[in-house]
Nanobody, 121 residues
């Protein structure tokens, strides 16, 4: 089994910062990509940022220049540094890890339980 756990959410004022952390544990051979997603009330889940095992990153346009995804491949962890937060960033943030559980096996996406980020105006 694989477990993904996020932490670091909370309540912050507009312009503030938060740092989310994510750790994957369990039966893991390798992790190809770790990603951050968010879902606001009444909206679909959307990708925010991703980081590959090689360190390549992707950031969705609305967070470019404000959010920074990073990861520690050796520790199966990922981070999302969020600066200059806006009320529209309010959402539940989820971490997902694309995990290969054995040599030659396929990757499967495991999700965390989510952490609430609330930005007050």
């Amino acid at each position: 089994q694989v477990h993904v756990v996020e932490s670091g959410g909370g309540l912050v004022q507009t312009g503030g910062s938060l740092r989310l952390s994510c750790v994957a544990s369990g039966s893991i051979f390798s992790i190809n990509v770790m990603g951050w997603y968010r879902q606001a009330p009444g909206k679909q889940r959307e990708v925010v940022a991703t980081v590959t095992s090689g360190g390549s990153t992707y950031h969705e346009d609305s967070v470019k220049g404000r959010f920074t995804a990073s990861g520690d491949n050796a520790k199966n962890t990922a981070f999302l540094q969020m600066n200059s937060l806006k009320p529209e960033d309010t959402a539940v943030y989820y971490c997902a890890a694309d995990v290969t559980r054995r040599l030659g096996g396929g990757a499967f996406r495991y999700w965390g339980q989510g952490t609430q980020v609330t930005v007050s105006s």
